[in-house]
């Protein structure tokens, strides 16, 4: 049985979501998704705002409750009859977000085990055959194929295969 | 460079002498790691003093201020200057020890980045060339050489290469 590894920031959840509703609450513009078109969110705030932003990731509650990406858990769901599901997190960055992933997990995504859930660093740890990830980065040095899953902040660049959405996803592994 | 995977309790960190400790301010006997040659604690405690046990591990703190294994510090920083390590344990069994974990971490092996400590479950997602750890089991997938680190529950096992110490994992790695 082949085997996916599957990020989860930006990519079944939407960390995206979460940065736009508290700069809105902390700096009353909402920023859309629009402008994040091939860009970070550290390019499109006001400088002076920056700090506040790299706070985020570090604050508890950050991780608590984020919505979840559109299909994912349908298309995960049906993928996991046929592959071997992982869920891989860049999660040691971010210490305050290891209960609240955790949490997440089980809430949305109950029919993955704990055993199969993975908080890394650096993602060429992970042996699998695939890696959904919205960061290309982390295909540098995996050993498997990487499948890009677009976020505003990658949309430039070059990688394929891509997925647009978890309907895609389902085109291109089901 | 080659990469090596090391398990954290009973390979670096000293969960047996917590469990012993915690059992003997409980119940007012010291268990001795003789009597736990070839056998978990469950045999060698009364049946019902089992269920606390279990308990034990799901406790806030019980991954606190582990005791270091005598030589890991030493072995492992030696061993990355002319290996790729990664610390591999899995934590997700036992979300109360999320952050103990890291902390510990940090605090004892401040040379290892958080980029490469990994909290995971089934060991099958490494991807190194050797694993050390006290559980064959996490052999069984693995995709590298798996190195038996010796703790009382695994003395009769059958594995082939064993190391029954830090300076054993010195004398096969460096």
Chains 1, 2 share one sequence.
Request: some cysteine; glycine content about 4%.
């Amino acid at each position: 049985m082949k085997r996916i590894a599957i990020d989860m920031d930006e990519v079944i959840a939407d960390a995206n979501l979460r940065i736009i509703d508290w700069y809105e609450r902390d700096f009353r513009r909402r920023i859309t998704f629009e402008e994040l078109q091939g860009k970070s969110f550290m390019d499109v705030v006001l400088p002076e705002h920056r700090a506040k932003i790299r706070e985020y990731l570090h604050t508890d509650g950050f991780f608590k409750d984020m919505a979840v990406i559109e299909g994912s858990q349908e298309v995960v769901f049906e993928l996991s009859k046929k592959y071997e599901i992982f869920i891989t997190t860049a999660a040691m960055e971010f210490p305050t977000s290891f209960m609240h992933k955790y949490e997440w997990m089980k809430e949305h995504f109950p029919f993955i085990p704990w055993s199969h859930i993975v908080f890394c660093g650096d993602k060429s740890i992970i042996n699998a055959d695939y890696l959904i990830d919205d960061r290309s980065r982390h295909f540098r040095h995996f050993r498997g194929q990487g499948i890009l899953f677009t976020s505003p902040h990658n949309v430039l660049e070059d990688w394929n295969p891509r997925v647009n959405s978890w309907k895609e996803v389902a085109d291109l592994l089901l």
